[in-house]
């Protein structure tokens, strides 16, 4: 699904001037229609998961049920 720049920023919890940078340096990729700029839900995704970072450690939550 493509996505405007204002439900990519309201997704991320971010503003719509951190999309824009994103864009700007070309660390998101866009879809141009015309002069629309759109954003696909997959390379939104796709940014998400190249920006996670693993918890140090390596420690582990226990359900309550393993208690």
Same mark, same amino acid.
């Given at each position: ?7 990519? %920023?309201?997704?991320?919890? $971010?503003?719509? &001037?951190?999309? =824009? &940078?994103?864009? $700007?340096? &070309?660390? +998101? ?9 759109? +954003? ?5 995704? %796709?940014?998400?998961?190249?920006? =996670?970072?693993? %918890?140090?450690?390596?420690? $582990? =939550?226990? %359900?309550?049920?393993?208690?």
């Amino acid at each position: 699904m493509l996505l405007t720049v204002e439900q990519a %920023a309201e997704r991320l919890g $971010t503003s719509v &001037r951190f999309i =824009r &940078r994103l864009r $700007t340096e &070309r660390r +998101i990729t866009i879809v141009k229609l015309g002069k629309h700029v759109r +954003i696909d839900s997959a390379d939104l995704d %796709a940014y998400i998961d190249a920006s =996670r970072q693993e %918890a140090l450690g390596g420690h $582990t =939550r226990r %359900a309550a049920s393993d208690g």
